[in-house]
């Protein structure tokens, strides 16, 4: 079972000054957070990208090459890249070179994107939102498989037997499809015989999603691959302090003012403390409390729906850097033992 952190790098207005802090600083915030979940064990961080004022890593490559020469043993991961609106070669060559300077730690997530600013940004057109993306999924895989690659298709030039450099370390260097749910994302990953990701947000309840890991799981059986052997991965908001009331209320005005945001942007109903209550409780989508509640909801999450890799999203929106630090130091001291242990003992009982 593997543990960690992903991030937006988010600058939204502290919620207490009503200031925004500069990109450059949350940035430079970000690279101290990795540094830490590596010193305290955990196993992944991952970046999300983005093209948009209150996020300031739109290249997740860059922010995480920044810290591999800082870390010695974390693995580095987009979370997620849009590959719909990228170019899937210097995706690749982003994050081959990231493997180089990390030394085989790197990983590529790629998602069709829940924000569409890099549409318009890149020149594509949202009507393709679907065939983009296939596209561009099967040149990275081309991309993975060789180092010389020739591919066409109707959104790109063609490449007529060309050389991709650098080469990663690993071989393969790992891709991750991630969805917040789709059935047919779910059948995709699992046809492709390729890691696949779940983001757990929002008015969810996490067990919901063992339909989905099931679909992956018989696509991936049907295509030909061990199903057992292909990892799942979860990814869902959360907090952590020393104790669960404190977790609660410090988690609480961040995400209030960041979901309202999102709430006005695709013109939902607003969110209410309510809501948040609901989704802090054990089946809810928010993992927030202390170290033994959080750890319990991830190992019912493994148990239940059969995720082999948990990434706590910290913060949402702005909060202090030093209460994220400390979230940080606990999820892999005192959560990640806890889940380990338990994890390790359920599957020999089994």
């Known amino acids: 079972m593997e543990l960690g952190i992903s991030t937006f790098v988010e600058t939204t207005p502290d919620v207490n000054t009503g200031k925004t802090m500069s990109h450059a600083e949350r940035l430079r915030e970000v690279v101290e957070e990795i540094v830490l979940a590596d010193q305290v064990g955990l196993d992944v961080y991952g970046v999300g990208e983005h093209h948009r004022p209150d996020f300031a890593a739109s290249s997740p490559a860059v922010v995480m090459a920044a810290a591999a020469a800082l870390t010695s043993r974390i693995r580095l991961t987009s979370a997620v890249m849009i590959l719909s609106s990228a170019d899937p070669v210097r ?9 180089g300077l990390s030394n085989g730690r ?17 020149g594509f057109d949202l009507k393709d939102y679907e065939t983009l ?14 180092e010389s690659v020739t591919w066409e298709g109707q959104h ?11 080469r990663p370390v690993q071989q393969p260097l790992p891709v991750w499809i991630a969805s917040a749910g789709s059935p047919e994302s779910a059948v995709r990953a699992g046809a492709l015989g390729l890691p696949f990701a779940l983001a757990m947000i929002g ?37 952590i302090a020393e104790s669960t009331p404190k977790a609660i209320e410090q988690f609480f005005p961040s995400t209030y003012a960041r979901t309202n945001v999102r709430a006005v942007e695709k013109g939902l109903p607003p969110y209410t403390r309510a809501d948040y209550d609901a989704a802090a409780s054990f089946e809810g989508a928010l993992f927030v409390g ?28 702005t909060m202090d850097h030093a209460d994220v630090m400390e979230a940080i130091r ?16 359920w599957e020999k009982s089994r």
């Open 91 to 99: 995706v690749f060559q982003d994050f081959a070179t990231l493997d």
């Open 106 to 122: 790197a990983e590529i997530m790629v998602g069709r994107g829940s924000f569409t600013e890099s549409f318009p940004l890149f």
């Open 133 to 146: 993306f296939e596209e561009k999924l099967e040149l990275l895989m081309k991309l993975q498989a060789s």
């Open 156 to 166: 790109r030039p063609a490449i007529h037997n060309l050389g991709i450099y650098p």
């Open 203 to 239: 008015p969810v309840r996490p067990l919901q999603f063992a339909s989905q890991v099931q679909l992956y799981k018989k696509a991936a059986a049907e295509a030909g691959y061990d199903s057992m052997k292909l990892p799942v991965a979860a990814h869902a908001h959360g907090f």
């Open 290 to 317: 202390d170290p033994e509640t959080v750890a319990d909801k991830i190992i019912h999450l493994r148990k239940h729906v059969g995720v082999t890799r948990f990434l706590l999203h910290v913060p949402h929106g």
């Open 330 to 345: 606990l999820l892999g001291t005192e959560v990640a033992p806890r889940v380990r242990e338990e994890v390790t003992r």
